[in-house]
Structures are given as structure tokens and as C-alpha cells.
């Protein structure tokens, strides 16, 4: 459960400093639902940029957004992508919820906004007095830094060094200090020894993404939720939703799949992640290029006992498609070969690097599966190539200039010739081996409770469905303070 209690002198100095910055709160309800965000609010956002360091952009926290770079509202059904057969050689319909038109790019925002509103909304976070550490594989860290910026709070991201140049690059613009730990995304260990080494500090609070389970709430109740309403907006009469897929990072998008199966009951839920280090398919760990997506380790907020599936993506895969998405070569295959309109090319590079393994993974669920045209697979595209074009240049200066043939090439090597190899449908054996890694990361190494680790697995009631709950009491705080500044009743 989430600690939800009340420190009165940080919650006086929050709400204090809230009044002095302008900042609202918006609620879950209204992440889920942002017709009910207020009419001023709204007036505001048709005069604010997507990434405008400007509070109001904290109620573009939603998977709602409209497609604009500014002045958006909201609309009904989120922005999605449905991939057509000739792309992906299957007959199932894969879809995916797209993250690109959150602020920053990314749906971490969303994740990072769930950690960090509980305890600003309790006072346990002292706006006034602490430093919010976010500790991540890149993209937590910069939704983190830019909540923290909206909340007037102080900043340390932390992310590995190898990241991409643009997340350093826009990192500099917004956090009060960047830490760069050694290693790529599969090295974790490393940022969560200096995240150690920051708690003995009293001015910080870790917001660890990895185990803070406000980062599952908010995916659970607006991921989840969003992913439903695709899901209804395009299911057909014979459709049925057959499961999801989503690579594991911090595991926070999991969630999203115990939201679906608790609605859809019959739906699998598939973990990815990269075959360059498959932790979770056969405890192995090495380095890897699926940026976003942490590994050697099981994170605390996996669900594992509601998991159907582990499946390893070849990074080489993912890096490959996203030369194809992207260069104007590739672009003119995938119209003219595979015959894919204007708009579907163009939406191609909404795709970043853990969402191409996010496709890849639904293809290689529905050849296991032996899906149908009937059969719905959803996922969500957690950033774009935004964040990804030092990457195509140094793809190019690996391989060379782009061209038909190579295009070519990487849509039938990478993606139509997809086996199902390493992939593993989990018995009720094989998820408790995976469960009882976390062991060995957050009991030996990061002191918690062997009681609490077991009650995760076998009191599923009065945890994982329990915190699921508290977005509810949340809102309720969220009101509290709000009606506290008093800016509600100003608008």
C-alpha cells in the first residue's frame, strides 16, 4: 500500500508554495476523463505548447491529448496506431496507444506524476525542503525532472551514461542536476547504488520507479483504462481482445495488462525485453541497445503472478526497423511495396526504439498464439524517434547510405522473419522463479522485507489490488490541497 499519511507542516509548506507558483493538481478522475478538467484550464491550454514549462501542462498528464505540438485539448479516444498486415505478417490487428503526445514525448510523465503527487499531496515530500532523485534508464528521469519543474520543486535525475544525446541534451534544460551512472540501460545496479549513496543525504527523496508503487496506480487506472477505450473504439463485432504486450523497463506498464485481464478476463499479458540480456526468460544479464528498458533484475512493481508471457526482442531488430521507419528510403518501401498510405508512413516515426520492441513482441505473441484477423493485440509506444535521431546518424555511419534494397532487407529480415524463439509461456512454476529474483535486488541489496515480498505473491487481494484502489483516496488529497491554494475557486 501507499503511505497516504499526512505530514502537516510539508503539506503546509506545499500548499504554500503552490499558491506562490500557480499550481493545480489534476485528479486521476481527470487524467481518465478530461472533460472534467475545468473550462479555464482548458482556455489556458489552447495557448500552451506540449513541453512549455507551464503548470497547466501538469492536466496534459493523459493519454487524451490532441495530436498537437500546441494548443491542444482532449479528445475521447487516444492517439493509437494500427499496424497493417503487410507491415507486421500477421493477421491479428496490433494496436498501440501512442506516448508522443504527452508532454515531454513520453509517457513517463505520467509514471513519474504518480510517484511524486502522493507524497507532495501528504506533505511527506517538503517541496520547500527536499530534492526529488529520479532514478532511471532515460525516460522516468526526464518526466520526473519536468514534474518536478511544474511542482516548483528542486531536481537530480539520474540515468545511465550511454543514454542518447538528446535526453542529455534536453535533460540540461530542465533539472536542477543530471548524474550519469557507467553502463547502458540494462545496468541498473549501477543507479541504484548511487541512489543509496543520495538517501543517506536528508534534503533527497528517491522516487525509485522501479518500486514506488504509485508508478503501477497511475498505470493501471489511466494506462489501462486508455487501453480499453482504444480497444472499444476499434473491436469489431467478431473481435475479441487477445492480450497485450509491453517490454518490462520498470514494469510500470504491466499494470496496465492486470487493468485488462481484470475487464477482459481472457486476455494474455506478454513482458519483453531485450535478447541481449533475457533476465527474466533465463536469468541472463549483458548489455543492450532497447533504450528505456532496464534489466538484470526483477522490478519490485511486477505483477509476475498475472504475467502469461516472457519474450526476448534481438536489439538488432529494433534497431534495423527504426533506420526503416525513418529514412526517406524506408519511408517510400513501406508506401510503394507494402502499400501503406501517407498518414501510416508518417505515424511510423511515433515509433521509438522500445516501441518498435513493443510491435515486435505482439508479432511474435500472435505467430505463438496462431492469432486471427478476429484477434486484438494492444501495446502503447512510449516515446517517438524524437529522442532516437543521433541514433539513425550512427546507424548510418555503421552501415552506410539507406536504400530500397536495404529497406527491403530490414522489413523481411527483422520483422516478417520473426520466429517464435525465445519466448516462454509461463506455467504457475516458472512465474514464481521470476517473482523470486526480486529477492535478491530488494531484499539483499535494497532492505526490504521478506514478509512484504512473499504478501506480493500470495495476498495479491491486499496488495496489488489494493494499491490499485488508492487512486480513489488520491483524488480525494488532490481535491483537499487543491481546495487549500485556493486557485480552483480563483480560476
Known amino acids: 500500500m501507499i503511505d497516504l499519511r499526512i505530514n502537516k507542516e ?92 504527452f508532454p515531454t514525448g513520453c509517457h513517463k510523465v505520467g509514471a513519474s506524476f504518480g ?27 526526464r518526466g520526473g525532472a519536468f514534474n518536478s519543474k511544474l511542482l516548483a520543486c528542486d531536481s537530480i535525475a539520474i540515468l545511465p551514461a550511454e543514454m542518447s544525446k538528446e535526453r542529455f541534451d534536453w535533460l540540461k534544460t530542465i533539472a536542477g542536476e543530471i548524474i550519469a551512472t557507467p553502463g547502458c540501460e540494462s545496468n541498473v545496479k549501477e543507479i541504484f547504488d548511487k541512489t543509496w549513496e543520495l538517501k543517506q543525504r536528508p534534503d533527497v527523496m528517491v522516487f525509485n520507479q522501479f518500486e514506488e508503487m504509485g508508478n503501477p496506480v497511475w498505470h493501471y487506472n ?134 518498435i520492441a513493443n510491435m515486435l513482441c505482439c508479432i511474435k505473441m500472435a505467430k505463438y498464439y496462431e492469432l486471427t484477423e478476429n484477434d486484438v493485440l494492444l501495446t502503447v509506444l512510449t516515446d517517438s524517434a524524437v529522442m532516437y535521431q543521433s541514433r539513425i546518424e550512427e546507424l548510418d555511419q555503421m552501415h552506410g547510405e539507406y536504400n530500397a534494397h536495404e529497406a527491403s532487407l530490414d522489413h523481411n529480415l527483422h520483422m516478417l522473419n520473426l520466429k517464435t524463439d525465445n519466448l516462454l509461456e509461463l506455467t504457475y512454476a516458472d512465474r514464481k522463479r521470476i517473482h523470486n529474483l526480486k529477492y535478491y535486488t530488494w531484499v539483499e541489496q535494497q532492505a526490504r522485507d521478506v514478509k512484504e515480498l512473499n504478501a506480493l505473491w500470495y495476498d495479491t487481494k491486499g496488495t496489488w489490488d489494493a494499491v490499485h484502489a488508492q487512486a480513489k483516496e488520491m483524488d480525494e488529497l488532490i481535491n483537499e490541497f487543491n481546495e487549500a491554494t485556493g486557485l480552483l475557486k480563483a480560476l
Open 10 to 101: 510539508g503539506l503546509a509548506h506545499n500548499i504554500q508554495k503552490a499558491k506562490e507558483n500557480n499550481i493545480i493538481i489534476p485528479t486521476f478522475a481527470q487524467m481518465q476523463n478530461p472533460e472534467l478538467v475545468p473550462e479555464k484550464i482548458k482556455e489556458k491550454l489552447t495557448h500552451t505548447g506540449l513541453w512549455d514549462v507551464d503548470p497547466v501542462n501538469l492536466f496534459r498528464v493523459t493519454w487524451k491529448n490532441e495530436a498537437k505540438e500546441t494548443g491542444g485539448l482532449f479528445q475521447e479516444t487516444p492517439n493509437y496506431i494500427e499496424f497493417p498486415s503487410a507491415l507486421t505478417g500477421v493477421k491479428a490487428r496490433i494496436v498501440a496507444m501512442v506516448g508522443k503526445w
Open 115 to 141: 510517484c511524486l503527487v502522493p507524497r507532495l499531496v501528504t506533505g511527506q515530500f517538503d517541496a520547500t525542503y527536499h530534492k526529488a532523485v529520479w532514478p532511471s534508464t532515460g525516460n522516468y528521469c
Open 222 to 355: 489511466i494506462t489501462g483504462e486508455a487501453l480499453a477505450k482504444v480497444y472499444e473504439s476499434i473491436r469489431r463485432p467478431d473481435d475479441r481482445l487477445a492480450g497485450c504486450a509491453f517490454t518490462s523497463g520498470s514494469a510500470g506498464t504491466m499494470s496496465a495488462g492486470d487493468y485488462l485481464k481484470d475487464h477482459y478476463p481472457t486476455a494474455k499479458v506478454a513482458v519483453g525485453e531485450a535478447l541481449q540480456c533475457p533476465t527474466i526468460l533465463n536469468n541472463g544479464f549483458g548489455g543492450h541497445r532497447i533504450e528505456g528498458i532496464g534489466d538484470k533484475h526483477i522490478p519490485w512493481i511486477h505483477n509476475v503472478k498475472n504475467t502469461d508471457m516472457a519474450i526476448a526482442i534481438d536489439d538488432e531488430d529494433s534497431q534495423r526497423l527504426l533506420r526503416l521507419f525513418n529514412k526517406p528510403e524506408g519511408k517510400q518501401y513501406m508506401k510503394e511495396v507494402l502499400g501503406m498510405s501517407d498518414e501510416q508512413v508518417e505515424k511510423m516515426s511515433w515509433l521509438g526504439i522500445s516501441g
